[in-house]
């Protein structure tokens, strides 16, 4: 079946640092992709939606490229602020029914 | 301001227990998810439902009812409650599986 993978469980970074978490997938379909961010106390909400039409996405200082050939999609930022401590979720479509999770990357920016 | 809303905020209860969990979104959407959160699992879907009376079953349905009674509720039944499903729960609701998704603040549950 449809599945995601997270392996860095967990990152810490210093303020200015470049961030890359790596997500690998695998599915018999081209799904549209997902990375969530959740923050202390709160529901996950949307970062990023990158489907196959477009490959590649930017928001708030982030951006989420998606590699059908390695089956991946790596999430990156060049300069972390504390802020962005969080924890940050891989999901995939799964077939047009319904998003799967990844087991998520907690990332702690030191200051 | 569109919301997906869930009570209660924090639930304990007896193993053996019955216990009911409530979502309400007033996104007008017709997708709404149940999932769990646990420590080194992520985000697992129980139950989903596509509208009102549709219910679908997800990744870790074993001792989970659940129940669509409006476009705006869904409800997760634990019958019979045991301490492995002491976890944070997460009411969602979408436009589609591959729209965004709003999720609630969550509901922690205590099965002692």
């Known amino acids: 079946g449809d599945s995601v993978t997270q392996m860095q469980g967990q990152v810490t970074l210093s303020e200015d640092d470049f961030l890359f978490i790596n997500c690998t997938y695998s599915?018999?379909?081209?799904?549209?992709l997902f990375w969530y961010v959740q923050y202390p106390g709160e529901g996950p909400q949307l970062l990023l939606k990158?489907?196959?039409?477009?490959n590649k996405g930017i928001s708030r200082g982030f951006e989420a490229t998606y590699d059908k050939g390695t089956t991946s999609f790596h999430l990156q930022k060049a300069s972390v602020q504390e802020s962005d401590s969080a924890v940050y979720y891989c999901?995939?479509?799964?077939?047009?029914?319904?998003?799967?999770f990844g087991t998520g990357t907690k990332l702690q920016v030191v200051p | 301001e569109a919301a997906v809303t869930q009570s209660p905020r924090n639930k304990v209860t007896v193993t053996g227990g019955n216990v009911t969990l409530s979502c309400r979104q007033t996104?007008?959407?017709?997708?709404m998810y149940w999932y769990r959160q646990d420590t080194g699992h992520g985000l697992r879907l129980i139950h989903y439902?596509?509208?009102?009376?549709?219910?679908q079953i997800g990744d870790v349905p074993d001792g989970y009812k659940a129940t669509r009674t409006t476009q705006e509720d869904f409800f997760l039944l634990l019958e019979l409650a045991s301490p492995s499903q002491t976890s944070l729960y997460f009411c969602?609701?979408?436009?589609?599986?591959?729209?965004?998704?709003?999720f609630g603040s969550g509901t922690r549950l205590l099965v002692i």
């Open positions: 439902s596509y509208g009102a009376g549709n219910l």
């Open positions: 969602a609701s979408s436009d589609a599986a591959n729209s965004d998704y709003t």
């Open positions: 999901v995939l479509e799964c077939s047009g029914t319904y998003q799967r």
């Open positions: 990158v489907t196959t039409a477009n």
């Open positions: 599915t018999t379909w081209y799904p549209t």
């Open positions: 996104n007008s959407h017709n997708y």
